[in-house]
Nanobody, 120 residues
């Protein structure tokens, strides 16, 4: 089994910054990709940013230029630096990972979520 533990959420004023982190542990042969999703009340969960084992990144249009996803060493620890936060960034942020416990099997895992609230 694999555990994803998120940290770093909180309350911030509009224009401020927060840094989210996601640490993966457990039975891990390799991690193909780690991503951050978010879900606001009454809305569908959406992809915010992702980073592959090769270092390629992708971002939702709404966060490009404001958010940066990065990894610390291997892909087991990933951070999301969020700058110039807006009230519409308020959501529950989830870490997601596509993991190979053995080379031939891929599984998907989710963290419990961390709340980000941006006040006006």
């Amino acid at each position: 089994q694999v555990q994803l533990v998120e940290s770093g959420g909180g309350l911030v004023q509009a224009g401020g910054s927060l840094r989210l982190s996601c640490a993966a542990s457990g039975r891990i042969f390799s991690i193909n990709v780690m991503e951050w999703y978010r879900q606001a009340p009454g809305k569908q969960r959406e992809l915010v940013a992702g980073i592959t084992s090769g270092g390629s990144t992708n971002y939702a249009d709404s966060v490009k230029g404001r958010f940066t996803i990065s990894r610390d060493g291997g892909l087991n620890l990933v951070s999301l630096q969020m700058n110039s936060l807006k009230p519409e960034d308020t959501a529950l942020y989830y870490c997601h990972a596509e993991v190979r416990a053995i080379p031939t099997i891929r599984n998907h895992f989710w963290g419990q979520g961390t709340q980000v609230t941006v006040a006006t």
